[in-house]
């Protein structure tokens, strides 16, 4: 019988392997399974006592801040999408940063209030409810939020230029 040792496993080969497997298939299978299973039990072990985890991770993080620190800045420099999608999920909620990329798409691109191009465009969401409206370019999500989404206030604002307005 072959044997492979593999990530602290020893996996042996059967005479009949499943499914017509070659011995190096089924040793990946195998190896694999176990991978899969370790983490399904380290996930279990967290979701069970969170604790040790947690004062692993900040003894890390206190032990060396300094490095800590440029670990960060390095990765945030060489994943700015992973940590704009990250930083738009925490403050959304999961999902946020899927739903904010195919706003975008559906809107080619363009503010939904000025239709102008956007270069840094934002989520525009419900402050009362949480629902998200749309994608925004910056000066206009601003403006909206200046006014607290007061349909009352933005039809004043109306007013106010019409009045002003040099025809």
Not at 20 to 37: N, P, T, Y
Not at 108 to 131: F, R, S, W, Y
Not at 139 to 154: E, I, M, V, Y
């Amino acid at each position: 019988m072959k044997t492979i040792k593999w990530g602290g496993n020893q996996f042996t080969k059967a005479q009949n392997v499943p499914d017509g497997l070659s011995s190096e298939q089924f040793f990946l299978v195998k190896a694999l399974w176990s991978v899969v299973k370790n983490r399904e039990r380290a996930r279990r072990q967290y979701a069970n006592n969170p604790q040790p985890y947690r004062d692993r991770t900040n003894a890390y993080h206190t032990a060396d801040p300094e490095r800590h620190r440029r670990r960060t800045k390095e990765w945030v420099a060489a994943n700015p999408e992973r940590k704009e999608q990250q930083s738009r999920d925490s403050l959304y909620g999961k999902g946020a940063h899927a739903h904010f990329q195919a706003q975008i798409a559906k809107q080619n691109n363009l503010c939904a209030i000025c239709e102008q191009p956007m270069t840094k465009p934002g989520l525009d969401h419900d402050h009362v409810t949480g629902q998200w409206r749309g994608a925004l370019c910056s000066p206009c999500n601003a403006a909206l939020g200046g006014f607290g989404d007061s349909t009352l206030r933005l039809n004043n604002a109306v007013a106010y230029l019409l009045k002003w307005r040099k025809s």
